[in-house]
């Protein structure tokens, strides 16, 4: 079985700080992970994601993650906090083999307010 | 432009009136999904299918139907709809080795 937990359900921060979100994992097998972002009113944007090459994964707009077996971790940071940042994030384990089965576990989310 | 796309985006019905929550993306793509959002909960899978006429059940598929009988198309259906469906509603697609594509959302509330 495979579960996510986003340790921080909301994360304030001020604008040009930096930015993490924490996110641990529990699966099966070797583990796909992503980050997607959801703007008020809108779908969700997939951020970057980890499939077993590098351990650190650059994704858009600045954001990057780095996956950690050990630690059974895949936080989300980034530099420098812009206001477009925010939004509500969520962390994605797939544990199914990625390219052969279709079942993603969401985590509870965590919502980011950016002051200026 | 490739998309998923949801209809309605939003729908106030009540207790007991069947509904059809229409999903359709223009990618080819063989993975096709549901998923309700509820606040802490993140998104949970409702069901999903594999290709043409193959679906299976999700983490909370209770009280509700889906089928697939063409590629293009997932439609959600809710025979007999209870308040503690009210969500937000999101469909997915993806190719093997591709990462999911969501559409914009059905907000769903059941009186």
């Known amino acids: 079985a495979q579960s996510v937990t986003q340790l921080d359900s909301h994360v304030s921060v001020s604008e040009g700080t930096p930015v993490l979100l924490r996110c641990n994992y529990s699966?099966?097998?070797?583990?796909?992970l992503f980050w997607y972002v959801q703007h008020p009113n809108k779908g969700l944007q997939l951020l970057l994601k980890?499939?077993?090459?590098?351990?650190l994964v650059k994704g858009i707009n600045g954001f990057e993650a780095e996956f950690k077996k050990s630690e059974t971790s895949f936080h989300l940071t980034k530099p420098s906090a812009h206001m477009s940042d925010a939004a509500e994030y969520f962390c994605?384990?797939?544990?199914?083999?990625?390219?052969?089965?279709?079942?993603?576990?969401f985590g509870g989310g965590t919502r980011v307010l950016v002051k200026p | 432009e490739a998309q998923v796309t949801q209809n309605p985006r939003y729908l106030i019905t009540v207790t007991g009136k069947k509904l059809t929550v229409t999903c359709s993306q223009n990618?080819?793509?063989?993975?096709m999904s549901w998923y309700r959002q509820d606040p802490g909960l993140g998104l949970r899978q409702i069901y999903y299918?594999?290709?043409?006429?193959?679906?299976d059940k999700g983490d909370v598929p209770e009280g509700y139907k889906v089928s697939r009988k063409e590629k293009r198309n997932f439609p959600l259906i809710l025979e007999s709809p209870s308040p503690n469906q009210t969500s937000l509603y999101f469909c997915?697609?993806?190719?093997?080795?591709?990462?999911?594509?969501f559409g914009p959302g059905t907000r769903l509330t059941v009186t």
């Open positions: 997915a697609s993806r190719r093997i080795g591709v990462e999911q594509y």
């Open positions: 699966s099966s097998y070797s583990p796909s």
């Open positions: 980890y499939t077993s090459a590098a351990t």
């Open positions: 994605v384990v797939s544990d199914r083999g990625w390219a052969a089965g279709n079942k993603l576990t």
């Open positions: 990618m080819n793509h063989e993975y």
């Open positions: 299918s594999m290709n043409v006429e193959v679906t």
